[in-house]
């Protein structure tokens, strides 16, 4: 079982490294793509399923936390006492931002991802095949082009996210040792926060 926010980081730079080979391997020279006709078949042609709806594209933000929206979070843990960013990390494919957000009761930790390569899907896939192996996810439907929760035996409740380039997760835990962890009714209020985070980082 993965306990720790290190034991993620850790699974996080094993997907990393593929993902910064297959950027330079990008950059080689590919025979162009000829795109097929388009067919003539008639009105059943037009009978295709609608598009969805596009990825977002998140340009990336050297202050990223401070667009955190805890809006949805506050009726159940009050309103924020102290935020803590982390120095964004900066590598050849993304830039990682950590956020501590303390409450009177709870602590609210974050990770916004931007990736400047085809790469979010890629680690949402990844970690959440590593969290699956050992602990039950549930979809979210609505949020960004894929969303997950799932409720951690050390850590507690997590909400994960990614759309187009941006990756985001949230872990809820208590600030006094041997407090009950909070459970799945904090999803809701934690789902909110993704929503109206990805709305500002997108806008």
């Given at each position: 079982m993965l306990k720790s926010t290190g034991d993620l980081r850790f699974v996080r730079l094993l997907l990393a490294l593929p993902l910064v080979v297959l950027a330079a391997a990008g950059c080689g020279g590919k025979e162009p793509v000829v795109a097929a006709p388009a067919s003539s078949a008639g009105?059943?042609?037009?009978s295709a399923a609608p598009a969805a709806a596009a990825p977002g594209v998140y340009k990336i933000d050297k202050k990223p936390c401070a667009s955190l929206d805890l809006t949805a979070v506050q009726d159940l843990a009050g309103k924020p006492k102290e935020m803590r960013?982390?120095?964004?990390?900066?590598?050849?494919?993304?830039?990682?931002?950590h956020c501590n957000v303390t409450f009177k009761e709870y602590l609210l930790q974050g990770e916004i991802n931007y990736f400047k390569t085809d790469s979010a899907k890629v680690m949402y896939d990844g970690l959440r095949g590593a969290v699956e192996k050992d602990t039950a996810t549930t979809d979210v439907p609505g949020l960004g082009e894929g969303a997950y929760t799932y409720i951690d035996?050390?850590?507690g409740p997590?909400?994960?996210?990614?759309d187009g380039n941006l990756y985001l997760s949230l872990q809820m835990g208590v600030l006094q040792?041997?407090?009950?962890?909070p459970g799945a009714e904090?999803?809701?209020?934690?789902?909110g926060v993704l929503k109206g985070t990805m709305a500002k980082l997108r806008g």
């Open positions: 009105p059943a042609a037009s960013p982390d120095k964004p990390y900066e590598s050849a494919i993304s830039q990682m931002s035996a050390a850590t997590h909400v994960v996210a990614y040792f041997g407090r009950p962890k904090v999803f809701d209020p934690m789902i």
